[in-house]
């Protein structure tokens, strides 16, 4: 089992950034892939950005240019670093990681509140 804790959400105004960190305990060297996802009120669930072991990255488009994952593989931390925070940004922001053997876990979310 694998366990993650979100932390660093909050509210900013249109234009700011916020850097959300998550860490990672239990059967982390079981872990592949970690990321971000996030869902907006009325919406669902969407990819924002991966990270695997090897920092190869994937970033969904509308945040390319503007969000930075960052994994640190010592300390089983993965950071995303928002900036040019936009109102559709606003979202519960959720960390996940994948094992190798293809299991999902997730964290509790954090809230990312963008003011126009």
């Known amino acids: 089992q694998v366990q993650l804790v979100e932390s660093g959400g909050g509210l900013v105004q249109a234009g700011g950034s916020l850097r959300l960190s998550c860490a990672a305990s239990?059967?982390?060297?079981?872990?592949?892939?970690m990321g971000w996802y996030r869902q907006a009120p009325g919406k669902q669930r969407e990819l924002v950005a991966t990270?695997?072991?090897?920092?190869?990255?994937n970033y969904e488009d509308s945040v390319k240019g503007r969000f930075t994952i960052s994994r640190d593989n010592t300390k089983n931390t993965v950071q995303l670093q928002m900036n040019s925070l936009k109102p559709d940004d606003t979202a519960v922001y959720y960390c996940t990681a994948e094992s190798y053997s293809k299991t999902d876990y997730w964290g509790q979310g954090t809230q990312v509140t963008v003011s126009s």
């Open positions: 990270i695997t072991t090897g920092r190869t990255t």
């Open positions: 239990g059967s982390i060297f079981s872990i592949n892939v």
